[in-house]
């Protein structure tokens, strides 16, 4: 494509469909092909472990997709399993090696990377091997917990890209200069969401009575995703509402840290295990939304929050918590309420109130699908990135 504007390509590294992943994959479909040579580098497999990712970037239409080694993940693993991570040495630095010959040949002009620490310290490794910018999309606010690798990467990104303002505000707070971050809200897929499901496939497949209120919380379950504070909410709400129903949808974070058991005996020892129901990892997402009365999700200092969107376009009312980027998504007393951090009464009295007013339910549930309509598409995403990009080349 001579005539393109501006030549992209994306490093995506993980072989599973992350929120990080999901983005790259929609700006992919929608940055504009007739300014946008796209081009992305995708892990294909690990030893017998397909790559839905790379499977996903493969169907997306006139994307050129180069398969790459970016070398195992060597985060949380043992000392004995990152010495033998080091017979991937040799094969995962041809690989790039090639990739920097790809970028080089291409005159690819920009890298665009996740904050994966392989993703962003490739990205800078490779942008100074081949003299493209590179650009750093940061899902999570700048924490001492990042490594020094990828803090290294960051400073020599060319653009800082924070999925709300929340997190770019981190970034320069973080010592990263004011004039290379941007803020640039996270965006879904709103046709994907179809809020005219009937509710009741949902409640059948969980056994939730029809009347029962119902509440839906979906998230990786770890400890700052506020599930245990959800679950202490709920055992006030049941005094005035007996009958309410909460499912709590996903699984363990990280896999095998046995939250779910943890927030299982806290629901036993508040009388609420009958009102609490840990249904895993679910494919139903949509139908499960579509069945509840309220989204409850109080995670601190959530980043973004694409699940809070996701409930909205599904024309559900939000309960979460007022810190983070959430007030950014949803918009308190419009399309949810909001709650500080540690007030339990509060979240309470939020889920009951919703829970006793269907009007208020419908009024906020119709401005929430307003408001991811308007806010948080897949078009607006990729008008913002591609401004990014001209930002970037423009001072070169």
Known sequence: MPDAEIRVLFLNSPTFMGADTWIHYLLLRHLDPDRIERHAAGQPSFPGAPSPAYEALAAIPGVELRPTDFGPTLSGQSAAMKIRSLARVVPTGKSLLGLAHYIRRRRIQILHSTDRPRDAIACAALAALTGAKSVVHVHVKLGDWMGKGVRWA????????????????????????????????????????????????????????????????????????????????????????????????????????????????????????????????RSDIANLLAASDVFALPSFEEPFGLVFAEAMAMKRPVVALDNGGTPEVVRHGVTGLLSAPGDIGGLATNLIRLLEDAELRRQMGEAGRRDVEARFTPERLATDVMNVYRNVLANT
């Open 154 to 281: 960051f400073g020599r990104a060319d653009a800082l890209v924070g999925v709300s303002n929340f997190v770019a505000d981190s970034l320069v707070a973080g010592g990263y200069a004011r004039d290379c971050v941007h803020a640039v809200p996270n965006a879904i897929d709103p046709g994907a969401w179809n809020p005219a499901l009937d509710p009741m496939i949902g409640r059948r497949t969980l056994a939730v009575a029809p009347e029962a209120p119902f509440v839906v919380s979906v998230s990786r379950l770890f400890s700052w995703k506020g599930h245990t504070e959800l679950i202490r909410a709920i055992a006030l709400v049941k005094r005035k509402l007996p009958g309410v129903r909460l499912a709590v949808v996903g699984a363990d974070y990280p896999p095998g840290s046995g939250v779910s058991k943890g927030l299982e005996a806290t629901a036993r020892e508040l009388g609420v295990a009958g009102n609490v129901s840990f249904v895993g990892q």
